[in-house]
């Protein structure tokens, strides 16, 4: 954790026991699709629309033109679920906060001041309200996520003009150190935005028979806690169980499995939120600071 001037507030050092291991999203994709009978996902059909037929089946209607009717149907496409609707009127909610994301490669060579800044874990150099984050990844990539509390608009106005989107960017950190604005003004990749949206904390719906949810088209929320994917991926494997130990009753398993996931994603949306108010309330970086050693924030 660094102050604008570059100063560390915090170093915590890897403690060497693989207690909170990482890996990218290629290669996560990559391990769980290979671990899948080769044809078993049927690739580029999108779901435009879903409808319930009655007696547990759904007519899945796909922009390609086929429809296909189910016999269960578990929604696990994303914080913009076509299946959601089915269960629930909820619809995500930006959360206030953007992430703009870059990367920087060859980092050691081509930027090491940048490189240096950020060591060899996750940089959080965060006052009130905006912050610069960046993540050392293999092979010597940066990857920086800017963090700003904007409108969506606002930032989507900055990035529609590519040419001065990393100046204006980095005009919000006027006087900040230049190693942390090098993380922004030297990306390499055109920014992306990344609005943080998050459904309602506590989110449930009544069983509907045939159809379910997992991920973060039961659970969205702000990556602040860093549970997204292992949720998603729990999830499944707990549909998966439930699904095994009442294969005669698919109802019961599909109420077994709800019935633990909302307890589960409640928790940890809670958890995300109260991060995101910590990390970007107005007790930066106080409240980051008492997150990662565990003391109880100061209000
Ligand atoms: C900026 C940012 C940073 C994050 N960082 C982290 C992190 O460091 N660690 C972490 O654990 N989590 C992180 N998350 C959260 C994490 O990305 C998600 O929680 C996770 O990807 C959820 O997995 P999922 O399978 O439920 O949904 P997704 O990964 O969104 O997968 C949904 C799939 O459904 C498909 N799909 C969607 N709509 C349709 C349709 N109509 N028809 C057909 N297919 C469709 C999509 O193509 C996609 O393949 C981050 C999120 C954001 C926004």
């Known amino acids: 954790v660094l102050d604008q001037h570059g100063a560390v507030l915090l170093d915590q050092p890897d403690d060497g026991t693989g207690g909170r291991p990482e890996v990218l999203r290629g290669d996560l994709r990559r391990i769980l699709i290979n671990s899948l009978p080769g044809e078993m996902i049927q690739w580029g059909h999108k779901v435009t629309s879903v409808r319930p037929l009655g007696d547990s089946r759904h007519e899945l209607t796909f922009a390609d033109g086929p429809t296909v009717t189910t016999g269960l149907l578990v929604g696990a496409d994303g914080a913009w679920s076509r299946v959601r609707p089915l269960l629930s009127d909820a619809k995500p909610e930006y959360v206030g906060t953007s992430f703009i994301e870059t990367y920087l490669y060859d980092a050691d060579q081509r930027h090491p001041a940048a490189a240096k800044a950020t060591g060899d874990g996750s940089l959080f150099a965060v006052p009130a309200g905006k912050g610069i984050l960046g993540h050392r990844e293999a092979h010597a990539v940066l990857h920086t996520y800017v963090a700003l509390t904007k409108p969506q ?139 990662l050693t565990g003391q109880e924030p100061t209000e």
Do not use: C
């Open 153 to 291: 608009e606002w930032i989507a106005a900055i990035l529609a003009s590519p040419e001065t989107a990393a100046a204006q960017v980095a005009a919000e950190f006027t006087g900040w150190a230049p190693e942390l604005t090098a993380l922004i003004t030297d990306g390499e990749t055109a920014l992306a935005p990344r609005p943080i949206s998050a459904l309602p904390i506590g989110h449930r719906w009544d069983r509907v028979p045939g159809v379910t949810l997992l991920g973060d088209a039961a659970h969205l929320m702000s990556p602040f806690a860093g549970e997204g994917a292992n949720l998603a991926m729990f999830d499944g494997a707990e549909l998966g169980k439930a699904i095994a130990a009442h294969s005669d009753d698919i109802e019961a398993a599909l109420a077994e499995y709800e019935q633990a996931l909302f307890a589960r994603s409640a928790r940890f949306a809670a958890e995300s939120d109260k991060n995101h108010q910590l990390i970007f309330g107005d007790n930066a970086p106080a409240g980051l600071l008492n997150l």
